[in-house]
């Protein structure tokens, strides 16, 4: 039985969350009928799709009221007078926040990467309240530690907010968190993690997207697969009491969490709403 602490923790964290989709068809729709406005979407860009369609739904989440994050994948722009044009059109909309990775395409343009792209845009004048970045936890498939972590630290002048990948690791998550501050980085941290993901609706989502992408899909969320495959699955509360001592303390500034829902989003806003409501309950019995 968790005490009221780690349960004050846990509506904090879930609170403060917000959930990262990808722009099929349907998502809008979805979005609607479960999730409600004023919550934070982050929209993913994938080659196949364009940044077009990250663009696109963003403006119209914003338009319906939702705090709309897109990403802005770095190599997916050409150069700066395109990020001008995006800059301009996110600006109208009224689009404050965006999320910059590195991205999965070949480049473009200029962009080799997120940092090129982030130093254009404090040229610009820092346009945007809020910019993320990635962070993580569980190594890069094809980087090592040391150069991420570097990567980090040399974006910490550009970033307002750091964003963790998918870890399933609660020691994972507090060695990293501990050596990204102990590296004298201070930005706000969410942390990256999947919700209540069912591995057919995932493999399904696979599919929905394009071979070509289902492909990238799949290898980029492996080790989701894996972790739902096994007896007893990935249990999203379980993990969340895990890192609890960790994003309680003060020095760890995190924020709240990155949810990695597949397009789960009626899914992942129930089991939000019901451990909220049990949660609540805990801390005035």
Not at 6 to 14: C, D, M, S, V
Not at 167 to 173: I, T
Not at 206 to 234: C, D, H, Q, Y
């Amino acid at each position: 039985m968790r005490n009221r602490s780690t349960a004050r923790e846990l509506r904090r964290l879930l609170e403060s969350s917000r959930y990262e989709v990808l722009p099929t068809a349907s998502i809008e729709d979805k979005i609607l009928a479960s999730v409600p406005r004023g919550h934070t979407m982050t929209i993913t860009a994938s080659p196949g799709k364009g940044l077009g369609a990250t663009l696109d739904l963003a403006e119209r989440l914003a338009g319906h009221g939702y705090v709309a994050v897109p990403h802005l994948a770095a190599r997916m722009i050409s150069g700066r007078d395109e990020l001008a044009e995006i800059v301009a059109r996110l600006q109208a909309a009224g689009i404050d926040s965006v999320f910059v990775p590195a991205g999965d395409a070949d480049a473009v343009g200029d962009y080799s990467g997120s940092l090129d792209l982030l130093h254009d845009l404090t040229a610009m004048g820092s346009p945007f309240r809020h910019v993320g970045v990635t962070g993580y936890p569980e190594s890069h498939p094809t980087i090592a530690d040391d150069v991420t972590v570097q990567a980090m630290w040399d974006k910490r002048h550009h970033a307002t907010t750091l964003v963790s990948n998918l870890c399933f690791d609660p020691q994972l998550v507090r060695t990293w968190v501990q050596r990204v501050r102990s590296r004298g980085a201070v930005m706000p941290l969410l942390i990256g993690m999947p919700g209540p993901v069912e591995r057919t609706k995932l493999l399904s989502m696979a599919t929905k997207i394009g071979v070509s992408e289902s492909t990238r899909f799949l290898a980029k969320n492996k080790s989701v697969f894996a972790r739902i495959a096994m007896p007893g699955g990935f249990s999203p509360e379980k993990f969340l009491e895990r890192i609890a001592p960790t994003t309680q303390e003060p020095a760890s500034h995190v924020e709240g969490l990155h949810l990695f829902t597949f397009n789960q989003v009626a899914e992942t806003e129930a089991w939000r709403q019901e451990l909220l409501g049990r949660l609540a309950t805990a801390a005035i019995a």
